[in-house]
């Protein structure tokens, strides 16, 4: 009795991860203002905008997305593997890969997107050395940056080595 109790309540307490998602729900809509404020800035100055500005604007805007990007996969995945399965029959327009996603996976698109978001900011920081960025900050970017491609790397070779160990147990079994 007490078993079951306890086995019930470590089921349940899964339902208090339901308010993270829901807050990172509200997190997109501070990125979508965010996105508009500097899509608005971007309009307003892109009649007087160097090639650079230009450059700087839309990859700005393209980080933001990426960001948004993976609140959205955190969501869905987080929700879908550690709350409650997420039915997709009657929603043809959902995603393919919502309901598909397991944690690996859930780990490696988060990882691509880390990587791709702090390529963005070293590729940012490469076109403003002149201005805002001396060396020793750049020299932090780009080692960050491999730190990031680095561990996107091991993770997924980790991931493959428990895919192909688990593959072989199942050919023994």
Do not use: C
Not at 77 to 96: A, C, L, M, Q, R
Not at 105 to 122: E, F, P, R, T, Y
Request: glycine share 6%; hydrophobic share 55%; charged share 20%.
């Amino acid at each position: 009795m007490i078993e079951r109790t306890i086995e019930r309540l470590i089921s349940q307490s899964r339902w208090l991860m339901a308010p993270f998602y829901l807050g990172l729900i509200a997190s997109l809509f501070i990125l979508l203002f965010t996105f508009l404020r500097e899509f608005l800035h971007f309009v307003v100055q892109i009649a007087t905008a160097s090639e650079a500005e230009v450059i700087l604007g839309v990859l700005a805007l393209i980080d933001l997305s990426l960001a948004a990007n993976l609140v959205l996969i955190v969501v869905f995945s987080g929700y879908e593997n550690f709350v409650s399965k997420i039915d997709p029959e009657g929603h043809p327009d959902w995603p393919e890969w919502m309901s598909k996603i397991d944690f690996a996976g859930l780990k490696q698109k988060l990882m691509a997107s880390i990587v791709a978001i702090s390529a963005i900011q070293v590729l940012k920081a490469f076109m403003n050395l002149d201005e805002k960025f001396d060396e020793r900050t750049l020299m932090w970017l780009v080692g960050i940056h491999l730190v990031f491609v680095v561990s996107g790397l091991m993770l997924a070779w980790t991931d493959a080595i428990g895919e192909r160990t688990k593959t072989e147990k199942e050919g023994h079994s």
